[in-house]
């Protein structure tokens, strides 16, 4: 293209010949969308989840098919979304040893920070606190999780783990543990002295932000 030629407006000419930082939320999200009326459809998304991407990020191909998206514009954000997390968790996969509750979150933020519902997860961790394993225990739904203790130390045994990290996340946003979660620590706290294998932390995870019990001393 000629120095003096005007560009067209379209999003993917401005990335080449402007730069990546000269595009809006709206054009950089049109140029995943691609295809027919991608700039009104993703000011419309946009608008919807008020400017927050992580929102766009939790959107279902059903959500997004609701606001406008033909099957192949839905599949594609998702994939997008797919691969900005897979990107972050590589990222997070080369913090391997475990020196601060910040670490914690650091590696498990990328997988839990997004999601709609809870999941339980646990960090088995060598002598030198290097994890060994990283493991989903449960799923559950909106407000809560069943944790099966003798499936935790069984994995435990099985990877050798010297003390583990237990992790979880709140849709909700709230941080704050709740009865329930003091109690499940409690009750693997226990069943880790019995078994020689030291409870660390359980650190609990929201959008931004994280809560670990031992930073507030109640581990």
């Not at 997988?111 to 225990?137: A, H, M, Q, T």
């Given at each position: 293209?000629?120095?003096?030629?005007?560009?067209?407006?379209?999003?993917?000419?401005?990335?080449?010949?402007?730069?990546?930082?000269?595009?809006?939320?709206?054009?950089?999200?049109?140029?995943?969308?691609?295809?027919?009326?991608?700039?009104?459809?993703?000011?419309?998304?946009?608008?919807t989840v008020n400017?927050?991407?992580?929102?766009?990020?939790?959107?279902?191909?059903?959500?997004?098919?609701?606001?406008?998206?033909?099957?192949?514009?839905?599949t594609r954000v998702?994939?997008?979304?797919?691969?900005?997390?897979?990107?972050?968790?590589?990222?997070?996969?080369?913090?391997?040893?475990?020196?601060?509750?910040?670490?914690?979150?650091?590696?498990?933020?990328?997988?839990?920070?997004?999601?709609?519902?809870?999941?339980?997860?646990?960090?088995?961790?060598?002598?030198?606190?290097?994890?060994?394993?990283?493991?989903?225990?449960?799923?559950?739904?909106?407000?809560?999780?069943?944790?099966?203790?003798?499936?935790?130390?069984?994995?435990?045994?099985?990877?050798?783990?010297?003390?583990?990290?237990?992790?979880?996340?709140?849709?909700?946003?709230?941080?704050?543990?709740?009865?329930?979660?003091?109690?499940?620590?409690?009750?693997?706290?226990?069943?880790?002295?019995?078994?020689?294998?030291?409870?660390?932390?359980?650190?609990?995870?929201?959008?931004?932000?994280?809560?670990?019990?031992?930073?507030?001393?109640?581990?």
């Amino acid at each position: 293209m000629s120095k003096n030629k005007a560009l067209t407006g379209d999003p993917r000419e401005i990335l080449l010949f402007r730069g990546l930082y000269s595009l809006s939320d709206a054009e950089n999200l049109s140029i995943v969308i691609s295809g027919r009326d991608a700039l009104d459809k993703a000011r419309n998304i946009l608008s919807t989840v008020n400017g927050n991407y992580r929102s766009i990020a939790q959107m279902s191909y059903n959500d997004l098919v609701r606001e406008g998206l033909s099957y192949g514009q839905a599949t594609r954000v998702i994939a997008c979304n797919e691969y900005a997390k897979r990107k972050q968790i590589c990222v997070a996969d080369e913090k391997d040893q475990i020196k601060m509750s910040k670490d914690v979150f650091d590696i498990m933020s990328p997988i839990l920070s997004d999601l709609s519902y809870e999941e339980f997860w646990v960090l088995f961790l060598n002598r030198s606190n290097k994890v060994l394993l990283k493991y989903k225990l449960s799923q559950g739904g909106l407000s809560g999780t069943v944790t099966d203790v003798r499936l935790l130390f069984r994995k435990a045994l099985d990877v050798f783990a010297s003390s583990m990290v237990l992790c979880h996340n709140h849709p909700s946003g709230n941080l704050q543990p709740s009865e329930s979660d003091k109690s499940i620590t409690q009750k693997i706290k226990d069943a880790g002295i019995i078994m020689d294998i030291q409870i660390i932390d359980h650190i609990i995870i929201n959008e931004k932000d994280y809560y670990s019990f031992a930073d507030n001393g109640i581990m």
